[in-house]
Each structure stands twice: as C-alpha cells, then as structure tokens.
C-alpha cells in the first residue's frame, strides 16, 4: 500500500484555476451506498459553507431503487438537514469542465451533528484512535466492469484475457482519458490494470488518512464513471456483474501505527507483527460476521462471496493469503514496513465507504485496548483446510450479527444500528422471491 507524496493542499484546485469553476457537487452517501447530491454555484460556495443547503434526511431510508422504508429514526416526510461542504476538500469532478466536488457533513438546523452522518462518525471514530496515540493509512480498491451503453444486459468492452496487454490496448483511449481525469480531479493513482473478469479494471490510489480515503473512494468512482460514458460504456461496480463470474470487490487495506511506530511490522511474531496488530487481527476475524452487514451490505453481496474466487469467503486470516477474509501484507525487503497492511479482502463497493471505514477502525480501537490472540494463519485455499469456517452466505445471518455485537453497536449507537437494519430488510423483502441471475440483473446497474 503505497503513500502518495503530495499533501491536502496541492491536491486542491489553485486559487488561480478556480475562476473557471461554475458550479460544486456537495455529496454524501446513504445507507444504501448510494452517492447523493445537491449543487450550488461555486459563487454560493461560502454561504452553503457557513449556513447549509437544506435536504431532507429521509435519504437515510431510501433504498438501491429509490423506494423508501422507514424506522423508528429514519423516513418519513418531517424535518430538515443542513448540508456544509468541508471547505478544505474542493476538487475538480473531471472530466466536467467548470465542475467542483466537495464532501459534505450533515447537522440539524440548530447546528448539531445529525446522527446518522456518516462521514461525522467516521471523523469520530479517527479522533478516538488519535487519543489512543493511534494513527491510520489507509486505502479503498475500486473493481469495475466496462460494457457497451447500448444495452442492458452486460456486453463486456473488450474480450481480452485476464490482466492481459491486449485490453490495454483494446481500450486505450479510454485508459489514458482515465489517468488524466483522475489526475485532473487530484487523485495520486498507484496504478490500473485490467482484472480477471471481462472488462474488468482495478484502480488503486494512494494510501490517505481514513476520511481522505473515503472521500475519494466517492470522487473516483464518479470520476471513471463519466469517463466511460465519454467513451460510449456503461460501467458497473456492483458486486456481481455475471452470475457465477468473478465479482466487483472493494478491498479495504489498512495501516495502524502507534506514535509512528507500525503494529503490523518490526514485531516478534508471525510475519513480523507486533501484539497490537495480532489482537486486531483476531478481533477483525471476532467481529466478521457483523462487519459483513456493513461491507458486503445487499443480498447480490453473497453471490460475490464464493469459495477459491479470491472474494475472501472464509473467517480466517493468511500472510499473502488471497482466499482468506484478511490478508496480511508484510515488510519485505521492498515493502517498508509503514506500508506492511492488513487487506480486508470480503469487502465491495455496494458499502457505504464512511460507514465501512468507521465500523473497521471502531473493531482496531476495541481490540488495542482488549488483548487477543489470533488462531494460526492458513496456508492454501481455505476451501481444502480442516475446519477453516465460512463467512455467513446470506445477508439475514450477517444483519443478526451486527445487532448482537455489543463491539460494533456500541460504537455506531443504537439510531445507526437501527437505521441500518430498516434498509437491509428492505432490501431482503425487495429479493426475497428473486432468483440469483433476477437479483444480478436488477442490481447489475445498480451502483453506477
């Protein structure tokens, strides 16, 4: 997991630049993991910042389909929220000439924080790390599919073979228009490379603190998204593209260091971690079951999650183990060990990113302050070692599992477990009759 070496301000637009700006994107994302949005002209940019621009908060209720549930905190047609833009993270939405992006947090009218603001939980949940002396690096893997825009079915882009030359090639234009919006939008990219499904990409940015990591997870997607379309292709990034294919992941891999120092490196035990990145290991793989609810959020979820897919489908942990749920990546001679992670591999980007990151560093704080030891990592594909356990295949089994963790309830609170809990349902009762290739096709744009 490689640092990007640019710092928050040269990723934001100059002063100069910005007289070409006309209008900014102000988004935050629901519980669905569905990107909203309200937009102001950039002239009206430090009002929005100062009073807010008013959005109902029954977004938190709605659902992938735009239909609505509700709960005992969340839905229905009363109140107001106000929408401040974080004046700090302005950046281009390329490709779209005069288009700003900027995150917002969410207060009620008196100004206090919204409760089910998930990128105010996540700024939360950072702060209670750094009173612990604990910092964060992370970063968010983005996988999507290209198809042709002229149908609805998936008609994969290029035909080329798995991480093969010839869909660079086949798809050129399209790669490098990609590397300048993303640029543009002032995005560090490590690196894009085709994937194993057809048409599939991955694109990996730079290590970032978690909030940067997610709000960036958000301008990417939007970002490969419009290129695409300039290029006439429809681009999923849902779980499963294809029944019985090689999903979309939206792997997770996390750095912790204490006062500088890393948990997952220099340290006595297995591939050379310290106690600390040993107990969160084990709590990672304690808390999986919950976690799920929140990573892999939506019934098509599970049809990613297939044993020797590399979807990390088991509740084990491996050192350069790509068929286990968490994946260690150790320092090596050319891996330093600030950038020695853990990957959580079960992950995709039906996820609300804030909520993810929140619910994954609300386990590393649970688990630096309770001591654990981690079973034996595995070795081989988990699917042919005794006793390896699968995660739960179904998104009823995972929901059960956050409401009974006291570790993850008690630091998302009783309105986010709730709220949560309403859109899952839903989402179930939606599907409940479907069929696997019904549930893929109608979730197949879904995300996109």
């Known amino acids: 997991m490689a640092d990007g070496q640019e710092d928050g301000e040269r990723r934001q637009p100059r002063e100069d630049a910005l007289v070409q700006a006309t209008s900014v994107a102000l988004t935050y994302v629901d519980l669905a993991g569905v990107a909203r949005v309200k937009t102001v002209p950039w002239s009206g940019f430090d009002a929005a910042c100062r009073d807010g621009v008013g959005m109902s908060p029954v977004f938190d209720a709605f659902l992938t389909d735009d239909s609505v549930t509700s709960s005992g905190v969340s839905g229905g047609p009363m109140d107001d929220l106000r929408l401040r833009p974080d004046r700090s993270v302005v950046r281009w939405l390329a490709p779209h000439e005069g288009w700003l992006f900027s995150p917002v947090n969410r207060f ?38 290209v198809g042709r825009s002229d149908v609805d079915d998936f008609v994969p882009a290029t035909r080329g073979p798995a991480y093969g030359l010839a869909r660079v090639s086949d798809l050129a234009g399209y ?39 997610a709000d960036e997870s958000v301008l990417a997607r939007a970002v490969v998204r419009a290129v695409g379309l300039r290029h006439g292709l429809r681009t999923s ?8 294919g090689v999903g979309n992941g939206g792997h997770v891999h996390l750095s912790v260091a204490r006062e500088g120092v890393p948990i997952f490196a220099g340290g006595d035990l297995a591939a050379g971690l310290r106690p600390e990145g040993a107990s969160v290991i084990a709590w990672l793989l304690e808390e999986l079951p919950g976690l799920l609810a929140i990573a892999a959020p939506h019934p098509v979820s599970y049809l990613r999650l297939v044993p020797s897919h590399w979807a990390g489908s088991f509740r084990v942990w491996g050192i350069e183990n790509r068929e286990a749920a968490l994946r260690l990546i150790p320092a090596s001679t050319l891996v330093d060990a600030s950038s020695a992670n853990l990957e959580l591999k079960c992950a995709d980007l039906a996820a609300n990113p ?44 995972t929901l059960a599992a956050l409401e009974a963790s ?11 477990v709730e709220a949560i809990g309403a859109v899952r349902r839903a989402e179930l009762a939606r599907f409940q009759d479907a069929s696997p290739d019904e549930l893929v096709a109608a979730m197949r744009w879904g995300w996109s």
């Open 108 to 145: 009620y009218r008196d100004g206090s924080p919204y409760a089910l603001c998930t990128r105010t939980l996540l700024a939360r949940q950072v702060e209670r790390l750094g009173e612990r002396g604990l910092s964060v690096r992370c970063g968010i893997e983005l996988e999507w599919v």
């Open 175 to 213: 790669l490098r228009d990609l590397y300048r919006a993303l640029e543009a939008a002032g995005l560090a990219v490590v690196q894009i490379h085709p994937e194993y499904a057809p048409g599939q990409f991955e694109l990996s940015l730079a290590a970032r603190t978690p909030l940067e990591t």
């Open 237 to 244: 990034f849902a779980p499963v593209v294809d029944f019985g």
């Open 354 to 397: 804030y909520l993810l990151l929140a619910a994954v560093l609300a386990v590393v704080e649970h688990a630096v302050a309770h001591p654990l030891d981690p079973p034996k990592p595995i070795v081989g594909d988990p699917v042919t070692v005794a006793g390896a356990e699968p995660l739960p295949e179904r998104l009823e089994a």
């Open 406 to 416: 006291s570790v993850l309830t008690g630091a998302l609170g009783d309105d986010f």
